[in-house]
């Protein structure tokens, strides 16, 4: 009888040391470089030709990037992301680069953590955005050139982030750039007078961004 006591003790203050092990997660288990792919949506307005009232590409573009960051502590990584998006119309197409420099601040909690091989990290991030893109010049001054354009501004957004097993990085991801870009104007022949028109509207131009990320955290 008292060997069987023992035995139950025993496993008792077993399943409770590992309860307690998975609800607190060692410090450390969040901290190294990460990796991950990154695919999406955006949607801006700096595309829309002034003078047409048109957009250069579709309303809402789909995107495809990396992410690449370093958790210094559990809570804290520095991060550089860049993604690629391009659309057509009128057989006239964009491209548009767009790039991250930003600080993530993760929140972690015995809540979202006490999981044998699942930690839930919400977070939220500000920094540098910067886009870089080159747009159709407007078509009464050429059917074939394009025009280049620029951004910088800050960025803020949110997310959470689902580390399985260690290793396998998955998140949702939510953003805000609000870049300001310069004017972009062309020589526009009407009615035998040439005038410097507006085609692209510079000035502050938000851009919106929301994505699925997959990658590995080392």
């Not at 309860?19 to 450390?28: D, E, I, L, N, V």
Request: with cysteine; charged share 15%.
């Amino acid at each position: 009888m008292k060997a069987g006591l023992t035995a139950i003790a025993l496993a008792l203050i077993i399943c409770a040391m590992s309860s307690a092990a998975f609800a607190r997660p060692p410090k450390g288990f969040h901290t190294g470089p990460y990796l991950a792919l990154e695919g999406g949506i955006s949607y801006s307005n700096f595309d829309k030709n002034q003078r047409t009232g048109q957009k250069a590409g579709a309303a809402i573009d789909p995107t495809i990037g990396f992410i690449f960051g370093w958790n210094v502590y559990d809570w804290l990584s520095a991060e550089m992301s860049g993604r690629y998006s391009t659309s057509e119309k009128n057989s006239r197409r964009e491209h548009i680069a767009n790039a991250n420099l930003v600080a993530k601040a993760f929140l972690i909690t015995n809540a979202l953590t006490d999981f044998k091989s699942l930690r839930i990290l919400p977070y939220a991030k500000a920094g540098l955005g910067m886009i870089f893109a080159d747009l159709p010049e407007d078509d009464i001054v050429s059917t074939t050139s394009t025009r280049f354009t620029y951004g910088f501004g800050p960025t803020v957004g949110a997310g959470v982030m689902f580390l399985f097993a260690k290793y396998v990085y998955l998140g949702i991801n939510v953003q805000g750039d609000m870049l300001f870009m310069q004017d972009i104007r062309s020589n526009v022949t009407s009615g035998g007078t040439t005038t410097n028109t507006l085609i692209y509207k510079g000035g502050f131009q938000p851009q919106l961004f929301t994505s699925g990320v997959a990658g590995v955290h080392f």
